[in-house]
């Protein structure tokens, strides 16, 4: 989706996103806690990864995610720190269940294992470990008083 909508999501998980930050910043924020994604590194396979390793965004959404951590290191300061989470894609319950990506994805699986190809790979963070990560960065940030 994100590369037939390309510039749409530069404008949403960029330029929105520093803009957020810059006025954050503005307003008197002392920390910023960004939702990136693993998806900066490309093609994954069984190596582990660490914030040094190669970045090879593969999309318009992997891309607009690099663009943004970059921009948003920029604005940091000793005022203003920004923390950069690159998530697995995050699954579990919704109100808002995006099964079409389940689909999509298995049915890559079935073509690839059909052309004994190896099939993709990517990991998955339950959603309650996505929320676990963000809580001792805010505690960081939160004011004491």
């Given at each position: ?36 994604s ?29 663009r ?10 000793g ?20 099964l ?46």
């Open positions: 989706m994100g590369n037939t909508f390309e510039e749409v999501t530069f404008d949403i998980n960029f330029r929105a996103s520093v803009e957020l930050a810059r006025q954050a910043k503005l307003a008197g924020v002392k920390a910023l806690v960004f939702a990136s693993c998806s900066m590194y490309g093609q994954a396979d069984d190596t582990p990864r660490k914030e040094t390793s190669a970045l090879n965004p593969l999309t318009a959404y992997a891309k607009s995610k690099v943004t951590e970059v921009e948003l290191q920029k604005i940091a300061d005022n203003f720190t920004v923390t950069c989470l690159r998530f697995a894609t995050a699954c579990g319950m919704s109100d808002r269940l995006r079409d990506l389940v689909v999509k994805r298995l049915r890559r699986v079935c073509r690839d294992l059909r052309e004994h190809n190896h099939p993709e790979r990517r990991h998955a963070l339950e959603t309650a470990h996505t929320r676990q990560g963000y809580g001792p960065r805010v505690r960081l940030g939160s004011r004491q008083g």
